[in-house]
């Protein structure tokens, strides 16, 4: 009994890891490595496993410090808007809710870009017969949507300025040349006396953006009565902003950490225009 004892401490004496010291390695703010599911094939336990990527590799791009950068206008991270930010970058969230709650974010951003335009002190009487010292702004606006995302935050801009004008720029990537191409653009005829609210929901590599800067600026708007407003932005399309046009002000409500391979916004949101005007197999 005693020979069997000593026998079964040897065995769990071999058994049992070695300790190893704890390492701390640093952790980049940006994810490099995919993340995997393994799913099983075949029937009982004995079937082979398939491991499945669920993450796209993130490029990491350029950082960008927007923080000390004054043409990029970031709104408070107040708990209305993250909470706003947490339903509509929800893959589950329906399609009903995505537009609403996306609707209410839009409207914030643009509310929050108008407190950028040029104002002047205004003194009204009010009922009481008091004086009362307020502003007004002082130059005449127009937005222009690039189609077909920026076409969302059109009814945003119509809810909280009553008549105002909007534009249309639709461009697409040449397929050989991989470049921006120029389809179709409408604007009005006085846009150059106008400050411009340039609407697309999304700032990825800045490509767009930056051809509709340059078709709105040869109908004769200066660079620093643009604002280009998005609800979510990328380092690498805000150094793409910064390099061709330093005095258009980006105002967006989130920056996120980068863009994948396939160019898409990480953490992101997923293709907003498939999501909002309902193109997409959705919920």
């Known amino acids: 009994m005693r020979e069997r004892e000593k026998e079964r401490g040897r065995n769990m004496a071999s058994n049992t ?28 336990g004995g079937g082979a496993s398939n491991t499945v990527s669920t993450t796209p590799t993130i490029v990491p791009s350029q950082t960008y410090d927007f923080k000390n950068d004054s043409f990029v206008v970031l709104l408070p991270p107040t708990k209305q808007i993250i909470s706003l930010h947490t339903i509509i970058r929800n893959q589950l969230t329906t399609r009903e809710d995505f537009i609403f709650y996306s609707d209410r974010l839009i409207r914030l951003l643009i509310e929050h870009a108008l407190s950028l335009l040029p104002s002047r002190e205004k003194v009204v009487i009010t009922p009481t017969s008091s004086k009362y010292t307020g502003l007004e702004f002082t130059s005449k606006i127009c937005g222009v949507s690039i189609v077909r995302a920026g076409e969302s935050m059109e009814s945003g801009l119509r809810a909280v300025c009553k008549a105002v004008r909007i534009g249309k720029i639709l461009i697409q990537r040449d397929e050989e040349t991989a470049l921006p191409k120029l389809y179709y653009v409408k604007l009005p005829a006085d846009i150059g006396d106008r400050h411009v609210l340039l609407m697309d929901p999304m700032l ?77 197999n959705q919920i």
């Open 17 to 44: 890891p070695a300790s190893t010291g704890t390492s701390t390695a640093k952790k980049s703010s940006i994810a490099t490595t995919n993340t995997s599911t393994t799913t099983s094939t075949g029937g009982g």
């Open 204 to 280: 990825a590599t800045g490509g767009s953006a930056v051809k509709a800067i340059e078709v709105i600026k040869e109908h004769g708007v200066a660079e620093d009565k643009i604002l280009f407003l998005n609800l979510i932005a990328a380092p690498a399309g805000i150094n793409t902003m910064r390099k061709h046009f330093p005095k258009v002000r980006i105002v967006t409500t989130a920056v996120d950490e980068s863009l994948d391979e396939r160019k898409y916004i990480h953490p992101g949101i997923g293709d907003f225009g498939d999501r909002y005007f309902g193109t997409t």
